[in-house]
């Protein structure tokens, strides 16, 4: 900071054209600098290799680029053989299976990311779908940045940790050794987060799961992002540390929580709240020993207080002050009644004894509330008076009225108990260290104001912990919560070893099926639902949920513009529209003149006469006022025509609008 400052300086101090004086300004960076840096190539193995298209080698240990060309006229090649022109022999033309070829995008071309849906689960009745997306997670921000902008309370993420060997950067493992291994990870994480904001709403809210390793970098580079001022807090996670370790035991994670804009969560009064440890633990034993007391006050305090001291996971506060049971059967404890201010004379009022009718003992502060809410306190019966007016009243403060309080931002949690559940839910282990599931509930149900229709993404979805904990938040409270989940299909490192050594690639059945979504993910999301593991066996009763499950794919933008490949972007279009009921797709190449849904409706043909029968389409259909229509038109006039017909709906252009939103930045 302070060679800046001298530079500044300097610069005040030198004669000449000031223009360049503020060149040489715009070039000084302040807060965190690191390398910017971008993968050489993204390989597209969802992708299609078609002619005109960027290869490279599919395996991931050899880099060899090329182009795949048109074949020659005269030529007739086997199924399956594509012409390609590599990059280090331009003058010839080899011929290669396509089977050992990868579609690629280099930084600064064009993609257009769609959807295939492979699986769907349908229990939830009209709730709108969870979706899980396998898929490179810029582009999948990409497609989100179209279908969700603006719409998403909360974004939690378990970005990896750069410890060494847990970031695939180039397609490879990114070393411990790496001298820039900080500043690839930086760019990484840079790229990803400055779309996460715009997908965040006013009101919404950002997790960032981080070790120590990278937390310092991370903090400095979401001040960036989303601005210093919207930072919420740093939350602490203390796991499991190491009894032997030579300077402290570690074993902390820590959530950097970042707000969109905290002026509008200001003004929406949010408060975080959570419940307190061993609340309902509490309030049930409680019940059970009042049932069984017979009216004995007395004897249903001793066995609750008998109870507590066997208890363990219950908050001290619950465990030391809230001991006794009521004529009600409610725990509740005896607080203090006096002013704790020396300056409030109005306070120091008399309260009679109901017995002896006496000025009781009060503090020379005087009470805490005023006359009028003593007096309500009394007649309601929580007010506590001794046997006569010598001893000070208390206050009866009753464990149900006290189930919420501020979240703390630091926490104990052994990471053990969410991978036994994990175990068991799979039948087998799979996946080590999955994130807490019951710990993610918590806070996303604490940062979304408890809001039971809130929209939450995760785009490091790994195992699936923050689908799997809004389901359960659902199934808790009823509520109608939509995730969306985006995860790869990484194959853990020493596997990836030895499935490449065996000659299965990425893209290889017998290489995929070993991958986190396939193998993990996808099975444990599907099982939660149905309560049905992959093997058959029963896991549980299942949830009332829907969720798709698909696979980012790769178009063209001349397929998508003269409408080769709608089907393709259709599930985007249903996720736009909220994700409710079944993607409106087309059959074969013969295109409808529209389309309706449930919650959604497609024109294809955008001349007066269709726009009209459209626009009774969709009200017959029983579209709501608001429900995003898709016209599809080049033409400006028509477009405004058909605009001006469905005003009560919201309308969107087709397909330049597509393609210009979809221009992905590999």
């Given amino acids: 900071m302070t060679r800046v400052s001298n530079l500044e300086s300097m610069l005040s101090q030198l ?122 997670n810029l582009h999948a921000l990409q497609a989100l940045r179209y279908t969700h902008a603006g719409k998403v309370d909360c974004i939690y993420i378990d970005p990896p940790y750069n410890t060494g060997g847990d970031l695939i950067y180039n397609d490879k493992y990114l070393a411990k050794e790496d001298a820039f291994r900080h500043s690839k990870w930086l760019s990484f994480m840079d790229r990803r987060l400055r779309i996460a904001r715009e997908l965040l709403s006013d009101t919404g809210v950002i997790i960032v799961a981080i070790d120590d390793n990278e937390q310092a970098h991370l903090r400095l580079l979401m001040d960036e992002v989303f601005g210093a001022s919207n930072f919420l807090a740093n939350v602490v996670w203390e796991g499991s540390g190491k009894n032997h370790a030579r300077y402290t035991s570690g074993g902390l994670d820590y959530m950097l929580v970042y707000g969109r ?19 309902e633990k509490c309030v049930t034993e409680a019940a059970r020993i009042w049932a069984g007391a017979n009216g004995d006050v007395d004897a249903a305090t001793a066995a609750y207080r008998r109870w507590l001291r066997g208890q363990d996971g219950i908050e001290t506060s ?21 002013q704790p201010s020396p300056n409030r004379p109005n306070l120091r009022y008399d309260v009679l004894h109901p017995t002896t009718g006496l000025p009781v003992k009060r503090h020379p502060n005087g009470w805490r509330h005023d006359p009028a809410r003593m007096a309500r306190n009394i007649a309601e019966g929580r007010v506590l008076f001794g046997p006569d007016h010598t001893t000070t009243p208390r206050y009866k403060r009753v464990l149900t009225d006290q189930e919420a309080q501020a979240i703390r931002p ?31 509930a918590k806070w996303i149900r604490a940062v979304t104001g408890r809001k039971v229709n809130a929209t939450v993404l995760d785009f490091f979805g790994g195992s699936g912990s923050t689908m799997h904990a809004v389901m359960e938040m659902n199934a808790a409270d009823g509520g109608s919560r939509h995730c969306i989940l985006v995860t790869n299909n990484e194959v853990e490192e020493r596997q990836r070893a030895r499935l490449v050594a065996a000659g299965h ?162």
Avoid at 412 to 440: A, T
């Fill in 261 to 279: 804009d905290r002026t509008a969560l200001d003004a929406a009064d949010t408060r975080w709240v959570e419940t307190k440890q061993g609340y």
């Fill in 505 to 666: 690639f990425p893209g290889d059945p017998e290489f995929d099926k070993h991958g986190i979504f396939q193998h993990v993910t996808h099975p444990r999301i599907k099982t939660v639902a149905t309560g049905i593991r992959e093997d058959g066996s029963v896991y549980s009763e299942g949830v009332a949920e829907n969720v798709t499950f698909a696979r980012m794919t790769y178009t063209s933008r001349q397929s998508v513009k003269i409408g080769r490949d709608f089907n393709t972007i259709a599930p985007l279009l249903w996720l736009k529209a909220g994700g409710h009921g079944g993607v409106l797709r087309v059959d074969g190449t013969n295109l409808p003149q529209f389309l309706v849904g449930g919650h959604y409706g497609v024109l294809f043909e955008s001349g007066a006469g269709a726009v009209s029968a459209f626009a009774i389409g969709i009200e017959d259909a029983g579209l709501e006022d608001g429900a995003d229509v898709f016209v599809i038109t080049d033409d400006d006039t028509r477009y405004a025509h058909a605009c001006q017909r469905l005003t009560n709906y919201t309308v969107h252009r087709l397909y330049e609008d597509y393609l210009s939103n979809f221009e992905v930045r590999a």
């Fill in 410 to 440: 630091n926490f104990e949690q052994s990471r053990m108990p969410s991978s036994v559940r994990l175990n068991s839910l799979l039948g087998e282990q799979r996946f080590d260290y999955p994130k807490d599931e019951v710990v993610l």
């Fill in 15 to 136: 004669d000449g054209d000031q223009s360049v004086k503020d060149g040489i300004r715009s070039l000084l960076k302040f807060g965190l600098v690191f390398e910017d840096s971008q993968p050489e190539v993204l390989r597209l193995y969802s992708g299609r290799v078609t002619s005109g298209c960027r290869v490279d080698n599919r395996s991931p240990d050899i880099d060899r680029f090329g182009t795949v060309e048109r074949s020659p006229r005269g030529v007739t090649l086997d199924a399956g053989v594509r012409p390609v022109r590599w990059d280090d022999e331009p003058d010839t033309i080899d011929y290669v299976a396509e089977t050992s070829l990868v579609p690629i995008a280099k930084p600064g071309e064009s993609v257009y990311p769609g959807l295939d849906v492979i699986d769907t689960v349908e229990r939830g009745g009209g709730k709108p779908h969870h979706v899980v997306i396998e898929g490179e």
């Fill in 318 to 338: 619950l465990r030391t002050h809230y001991t006794e049971i009521d004529e009600e059967g409610r725990v509740y404890q005896r607080d203090n009644l006096a």
